[in-house]
T-cell receptor, first 120, second 115 residues
Framework: DAGVTQSPTHLIKTRGQQVTLRCSPK?????VSWYQQALGQGPQFIFQ???????QRGNFPDRFSGHQFPNYSSELNVNALLLGDSALYLC???????????????????FGQGTRLTVV | QQQVKQSPQSLIVQKGGISIINCAYE??????FPWYQQFPGKGPALLIA?????SEKKEGRFTISFNKSAKQFSLHIMDSQPGDSATYFC??????????????FGRGTQLTVWP
């Protein structure tokens, strides 16, 4: 059973460019969350997708956007890259229970290995 | 404002010793407290988690102690091994509701276990 897979593993972009990162959740999971982990820091929540919609968002600018596909995989897009966007981007998947607007944990969150983005 | 504060920033322990990492949280509505282990170049891996209806949870050499009134929780690693050398993150989140799944992480503790 494959866990959470992310691609690419490493990426170098120039300031001002746009980037797309991809995530395939663990089999059976339907919820995807994205986190940014700066060097030496804990992961910071960017946003979460469930049923192909953004359900909640952390304190990140609109340059950060995402998408979830019917197969539950997800993309994170970052526009107008800044040097400060250099970080490890992590995808976490889980299985939600219940029904909107109230959901509950069915499983713990599993993280992928991350995409290391370097902006030069 | 840092929702979860973690200490120490780094920890050096001799093989066979006990490693203790502490965390404190602000939001009393948090009801899910996981610990993650992260090796260099890897994503965080769930180690053990606790919900506030219990004060302690043990899995193998890893134990979480939880003090709801003090809004603190800690990770104890018994018989620490060199293979435990990694960065440990505490986190807090919500077990249910519209904010389900969002985790607030501490800044991490770099643990080194000397052989």
């Amino acid at each position: 059973d494959a866990g959470v897979t992310q691609s690419p593993t490493h990426l170098i972009k120039t300031r001002g460019q746009q980037v797309t990162l991809r995530c395939s959740p663990k089999s059976g999971h339907d919820t995807v969350s994205w986190y940014q982990q700066a060097l030496g820091q804990g992961p910071q929540f960017i946003f979460q997708y469930y049923e192909e919609e953004e359900r909640q968002r952390g304190n990140f600018p609109d340059r950060f956007s995402g998408h979830q596909f019917p197969n539950y995989s997800s993309e994170l897009n970052v526009n107008a890259l800044l040097l400060g966007d250099s970080a490890l981007y992590l995808c976490a998947s889980s299985l939600a229970g219940g029904s909107l607007p109230i959901l509950y944990w069915n499983t713990e969150a599993f993280f992928g290995q991350g995409t290391r983005l370097t902006v030069v | 404002q840092q929702q979860v504060k973690q200490s120490p920033q780094s920890l050096i322990v001799q093989k066979g010793g006990i490693s203790i990492i502490n965390c404190a949280y602000e939001n009393t509505a948090f009801d899910y407290f996981p610990w993650y282990q992260q090796f260099p170049g890897k994503g965080p891996a769930l180690l053990i988690a606790i919900r506030p209806d219990v004060s302690e949870k043990k899995e193998g050499r890893f134990t979480i102690s939880f003090n709801k009134s003090a809004k603190q929780f800690s990770l104890h690693i018994m018989d620490s091994q060199p293979g435990d050398s990694a960065t440990y993150f505490c986190a807090a989140g919500f077990d249910r509701g519209s904010t389900l799944g969002r985790l607030y992480f501490g800044r991490g503790t770099q643990l080194t276990v000397w052989p």
